[in-house]
Nanobody
Framework: QLHLAESGGDMAQSGGSLRLSCLAS????????IAWFRQAPGKEREGVSC????????DYVDAVKGRFIISRDNAKNMVYLQMNSLKSEDTAVYYC???????????????????WGQGTQVTVSS
């Protein structure tokens, strides 16, 4: 079974950058769309971005468009989220998730994703 582990969460200043990583283990991830979600204290989990299994298709929610970039390296079983121009409202626990039904393309819908990591904390100070 596919297991996911996030890393790279840290504290950053507003306007700064962080890169999150999502490592898949115990199964190749190259068949599965991967998405990033986040949950801020007291708020519901929300989608951030997704990438298709090949990496050819990506999508972002409006709140992060133009600031975040999702990418993947299937040879390394890794997905990345480059976060630039960070804002205090980006503060959250970030999760990566895999769509094990291998849907074509990708969609930022939590219900499509079956395997989840434990999360990594991102804190942005203004």
């Amino acid at each position: 079974q596919l297991h996911l582990a996030e890393s790279g969460g840290d504290m950053a200043q507003s306007g700064g950058s962080l890169r999150l990583s999502c490592l898949a283990s115990d199964y190749p991830m190259d068949s599965f769309p991967i998405a990033w979600f986040r949950q801020a204290p007291g708020k519901e989990r929300e989608g951030v971005s997704c990438i298709s299994s090949s990496g050819e298709s990506t999508d972002y929610v409006d709140a992060v468009k133009g600031r975040f970039i999702i990418s993947r390296d299937n040879a390394k079983n890794m997905v990345y989220l480059q976060m630039n121009s960070l804002k205090s409202e980006d503060t959250a626990v970030y999760y990566c998730a895999a769509d094990l039904s291998a849907s074509p393309g990708c969609k930022i819908m939590a219900g499509l994703y079956d395997a989840w990591g434990q999360g990594t904390q991102v804190t942005v100070s203004s």
